[in-house]
């Protein structure tokens, strides 16, 4: 076609062209609705005015919805290279530029295959394709918005403002990186810098093995800069940082381009020196994490290694990349996606969800969810190898690179947008990430569907003065059985004793450390502690009218279908600093706790007053109204260490946490940047009334109770919008003065209508879709799945490391029959489930049919719980 036709033909789509501008985000390399990509067979189609993607199923969807008919289609080809006359591969110009963020195919030979690209207009309905580039025959505008959409980034850098992290790139120099065959080969342990002995801050330089020590910093810490002196002697431009290796990657550092960087082949480099990436764990502290506390052997127990484990293939069995250090995500989503409901629910509406999507339907949950199960359940991701018979014959015609696992950039984007530590690179608690994901499904209802009224359960509280004997029952909603562990319980306690002696020696001699001995804790004795009373502190007797001391024990109100137990290993030092308990519970296939049903008031019991505690204002410098005679509020021991976290003084992190209202770290972050000048901002927090410095508050197991008075200033607040007083008090109280989850539990909790309607019962019938609102007509609270108390383990989420801060997450999930372990994208029959070392457990209530217990049934709360949508430990 003519040039002058071919500008004709595109002048009636040319005002739905668009230029990319900054802020614009380009989804060149991964369809909306599946895991398309340009390598898929069907290639990727980009709307030239919205800038998303759609794989070839999709694609029609979005035109009949939107009218839009100019697509740009994109497609990598992966071809043979041609062969010289010597037999040698010549090198091939491909049209690299296209797909700068895609990533290669790792299984693919580079020596006898290259990548080639290819674009394409594409105007529907009737598929008319112009090749590109195309300067001479096309409109200047379109040449323009063509070769703007192919140089644009990925959508996933720099995507969130609150994220205080940068996606870091891979170094130019990380796939043509020549390393030096030396001989070098690094050992597990004793590292200390080549030109001056330090053992603190070294590096490696991945060209000839050297390992260096880093520069100098401000406080004294730090080294002597050898490595940045090799690198401008020898001009060897990568470095890994020793202590932070593990299965994940670790810290790389590129000279030349003076920043860290990713080395997708850091694997390879790190083995040519001897070093097996699955063999390592990192610390915080830089230093050899063997020298301090051995953990080989759990990393190798948990992930199952040296085993020949058979890889499982189809539906169910799909793998997921690791995003960088997002196998927290990997691991709670295998197993959520286990579930019937969840299945059911998104991946069963599948056409529906897709078809009314909004306008952009990667900034949609429900949409995002659907894409993620299909995804894992579909098969379409894992297939299994080419047969060898036919590989020979595939590969004289053109190489299909064959679908291994999916990358869920997009839903971990989506789910952690605003978030100030899901959002960032770093590694993450799976409990406070499974509690998230609960949030947002809560929020987003698919239709008349809640699937995680599966892990919802009802927790009764008791409380007791134990000078007036009078009690006090509360209710509030919970998903998680936090166990603690009963460490006192051990059954080889002289072998710890031993073993403790023998590591210190080791320690002090800096000698390999003795073979770990792992404490053994009877499950009966965590279950014990769990039902075991707990001292109440600073209670307020509403009996006395004065503080008594109190108990508080809890017991199941319901229980859920799900029962999800979590492993109470991380804890705090006495010096702020977290620590993992390494034991080895046996946990039980057949779990009953029937005997924790709650009983309720008993005959004889005495009900305390409902009286709140008398109100006195002090003057407060900051601020913060608070009541003489209410208890010490808690102070968010995760809020404050992800601060921690960040470099700020720890003084002032339990500040800022406590004078937001424990409201969460992105909160209290922005207290402490509006307060970092003040002269006080690193001293101990003092609480007036109190008469002197506040202990750190540790966090229990339920909600603050009512004998707490919520700040008077988020009253108001409340008041202002039209709420009356007393709903206002109530909703602060059940959602541990949390502003936002207080909102929410009002719209849940609608009063009955007198003469009028009041602006919560507007905002509540404006909100009636909330998946928490019972479909009972005058019934109250959240509606829970009752029945028997006795569960079948299914499933376990696993974590190596030394905190949360840091490891790495594996699911095993039990299928058909046998179980099978989920390491991001390796999916393999298990052949030796390491059920005492898990952290997070997933039971499922046994059928009827299976064991002669109580038929489950919807139960409503006869009293309003004290708890809003989230848990307490919902940041």
């Known amino acids: 076609m003519a040039a002058a036709d071919l500008g004709e033909m595109l002048v009636p789509y040319m005002p739905t062209i668009r230029v990319p501008k900054a802020g614009d985000r380009v989804y060149k390399a991964e369809c909306a609705f599946s895991y398309d990509s340009p390598d898929s067979e069907g290639g990727l189609y980009v709307c030239m005015n919205t800038f998303l993607g759609f794989g070839r199923e999709h694609v029609e969807r979005h035109y009949r919805k939107t009218g839009q008919c100019a697509y740009m289609h994109l497609k990598r080809h992966v071809i043979e290279k041609v062969t010289g006359a010597a037999g040698g591969a010549l090198p091939k110009r491909s049209n690299g530029k296209l797909f700068l963020d895609l990533e290669t195919n790792g299984d693919l030979n580079n020596d006898d295959y290259e990548y080639e690209d290819e674009a394409k207009l594409v105007i529907f309905p009737d598929h008319y394709e112009i090749s590109l580039p195309n300067i001479e025959e096309l409109p200047a505008l379109v040449t323009i918005a063509c070769d703007a959409l192919l140089s644009s980034k990925s959508p996933y850098r720099k995507q969130d403002p609150d994220s205080w992290e940068e996606e870091l790139q891979a170094s130019k120099h990380a796939k043509s990186l020549v390393q030096l065959d030396n001989g070098v080969r690094i050992p597990p342990s004793g590292w200390k810098c080549s030109k001056c002995d330090l053992r603190e801050n070294l590096w490696l330089n991945l060209t000839d093995g050297s390992v260096l020590c880093g520069k100098w910093f401000f406080d004294g810490s730090g080294g002597n800069g050898h490595a940045l002196e090799h690198y401008k002697e020898m001009g060897y431009p990568l470095a890994v940082k020793l202590g932070t290796i593990t299965p994940d990657g670790a810290d790389v550092y590129s000279f030349e381009e003076e920043e860290a960087v990713l080395d997708p082949h850091v694997a390879k480099h790190l083995a040519h020196f001897g070093i097996d990436m699955l063999q390592m764990q990192g610390t915080e502290n830089g230093l050899r994490d063997n020298d301090i506390k051995p953990r080989v052997s759990e990393w190798e127990v948990i992930q199952e290694s040296g085993m020949k484990l058979k890889p499982m293939y189809g539906p169910g069995y799909t793998g997921m990349k690791n995003q960088g250090n997002s196998c927290y995500v990997n691991a709670v989503m295998q197993a959520i996606f286990s579930i019937p409901e969840f299945q059911r629910a998104y991946v069963g509406n599948l056409p529906r969800i897709f078809d009314y999507s909004p306008l952009d339907p990667t900034q949609d949950f429900n949409t995002q969810m659907v894409k993620l199960g299909h995804g894992l359940l579909s098969g379409q991701y894992s297939k299994p190898p080419v047969k060898s018979e036919l590989i020979e014959q595939v590969m004289k015609e053109e190489h299909k690179p064959q679908h291994n696992g999916i990358s869920p950039r997009m839903f971990k984007a989506l789910i952690s947008k605003g978030h100030p530590e899901f959002s960032s690179n770093r590694q993450q608690d799976a409990q406070e990430f499974f509690l998230h994901l609960i949030n947002l499904v809560e929020r987003n209802p698919v239709g008349s569907e809640n699937p995680s009224e599966v892990f919802r359960f009802l927790v009764e509280e008791r409380t007791q003065c134990c000078q007036s004997r009078k009690v006090r029952y509360t209710e509030r909603v919970d998903y998680i059985m936090q166990l603690p562990v009963a460490m006192e319980a051990a059954t080889n306690k002289d072998e710890l004793i031993a073993y403790e002696l023998k590591r210190r020696e080791a320690e002090a001699a800096r000698r390999p450390p003795p073979e770990l001995v792992r404490a053994r804790i009877p499950f009966s004795a965590c279950l014990q502690a769990f039902s075991e009373p707990s001292n109440v502190d600073d209670f307020w007797s509403s009996a006395l009218q004065a503080k008594s001391a109190g108990v508080k024990t809890s017991r199941f109100a319901s229980f ?72 010490l509020p808690d102070i968010d021991d995760s809020s404050v260490m992800q601060l921690a976290e960040m470099g700020f003084p720890l003084e002032a992190c339990r500040k800022a946490v406590y004078y937001t209202g424990n409201l969460g770290a992105e909160v209290a972050f922005n207290w402490i940047i509006a307060h970092m000048e003040e002269p006080d901002f690193a001293e101990p927090l003092v609480i007036p009334g109190f008469g002197g410095v506040a202990a750190a508050g540790a966090a229990g197991l339920g909600v603050i109770g009512l004998d707490n008075q919520p700040p008077e200033e988020m009253v108001a607040i409340v008041v202002s919008m039209g709420f009356q007083r007393n709903v206002a008090i ?32 507007v905002m509540y019938k404006e909100n009636n879709a909330n998946a928490n609102i019972l479909t009972e007509a005058g019934s109250e609270g959240p509606r829970v799945r009752d029945g028997s108390g006795r569960y079948e383990l299914f499933g376990f989420i696993s974590h190596m490391g030394t905190s949360t801060m840091s490891g790495h997450y594996v699911c095993h999930l039990k299928k058909e029959g046998r179980w099978v372990i989920y390491n991001d994208l390796k999916v393999c029959a298990s052949e030796r489930p390491p059920k005492d070392l898990g952290y997070i457990y997933f039971y499922h209530r046994i059928p009827k049919d299976k064991a002669k217990g109580e038929q489950p049934h919807w139960y409503i709360p006869k009293q309003k719980p004290d708890s809003g949508t989230e848990s307490s430990r919902l940041a």
């Open 560 to 631: 859920p279908e799900y029962l999800v137990v979590q492993i109470k290993k991380f804890t705090f030092g006495l010096d702020w600093i977290p620590k993992k308990l390494d034991v080895s519970i046996d946990m039980p296939d057949l779990l009953d706790v029937s005997h924790l049903r709650a009983t309720g008031l008993q005959p004889g019991e005495e009900e305390l007053p409902d009286i709140a505690p008398p109100i006195v204002i002090p003057d407060d410098p900051k601020g913060h109204v608070m009541n003489h005679f209410m208890e």
């Open 730 to 761: 109530q909703a602060l109280k059940a959602t541990n003065n949390n502003l936002e989850r207080a909102l929410d539990w009002i719209f849940s909790h609608p009063e009955p209508e007198e003469d009028s309607e009041t602006a919560s019962d």
